[in-house]
């Protein structure tokens, strides 16, 4: 299974809302990785998990939460969101150590409206 | 055909043809790096990678050269096919953090 599951693969909410993104792999992968997408730009890094715990925070507003509650899970909790956080969120997960490449998910498609 | 990835972010080729998108990375202490394919409304999809010890890798069709001197690195795609049409990006690994490049689009014209 070199699979990386994530949910919704879209999702539409209002500014005052709060929902969560999740993400599940079962690959055995230690590490973790939310990205952020906009229209025909590259993933942006948010976050890294290694080992269940947060190794990289890429100066990510606090609007944005994320959670790693077992090694398989990766969910991202999102409230009081902004329009121009309308993007595609990308989880991805890879070994921790070694040359191995990042397995991604399909995204979820986030409207902020 | 041939891109400059983060000056010409758009490449069209004629099937049959030979491409090659460049990209330039940024950080000299990377050493490992991954060509990514995405298409429309999916996640990105491992192509190759290559270790900073080496400076060529081929695969099925595609061919990864690298050049730490310069930091470049490109992708090769033998004999384009319309199911290449994507966007290509690489990605540099320094110490469990992949970032990408700007990315090109790869159009195939039948």
């Known amino acids: 299974d070199t699979e990386v599951t994530q949910t919704p693969k879209h999702l539409v909410m209002g500014m005052t809302n709060k929902k969560s993104l999740k993400c599940e792999q079962h690959m055995g992968h230690r590490a973790m990785y939310w990205y952020k997408q906009k229209a025909k730009k590259p993933p942006e890094l948010m976050f890294v998990?290694?080992?269940?715990?947060?190794?990289i925070n890429e100066s990510v507003p606090s609007r944005f939460s994320p959670e790693c509650p077992n090694s398989s899970l990766l969910n991202l909790h999102l409230h009081a969101l902004q329009p121009e956080d309308s993007a595609l969120y990308l989880c991805?997960?890879?070994?921790?150590?070694?040359?191995?490449?990042?397995?991604f998910g399909q995204g979820t498609r986030l409207t902020v409206v | 055909g041939e891109s400059v990835g983060l000056h010409l972010p758009t490449l069209s080729v004629q099937e049959g043809d030979n491409s090659i998108i460049n990209c330039a990375y940024s950080?000299?202490?990377?050493?490992?790096f991954i060509w990514y394919k995405q298409e429309s409304g999916k996640g990105p999809q491992f192509i190759i990678d290559i270790r900073s010890n080496m400076d060529k890798r081929q695969g099925q069709r595609v061919t990864v050269l690298l050049n730490k001197t310069v930091k470049h690195l490109s992708l090769q795609i033998a004999a384009t096919q319309p199911g290449d049409s994507a966007v290509y990006f690489c990605a540099e690994n320094t110490g469990n953090q992949f970032y990408f490049g700007t990315g090109t689009s790869l159009t195939v014209i039948p």
């Open positions: 998990y290694s080992y269940e715990k947060l190794s």
């Open positions: 950080n000299s202490a990377s050493d490992y």
């Open positions: 991805a997960s890879s070994q921790v150590r070694g040359f191995t490449e990042a397995f």
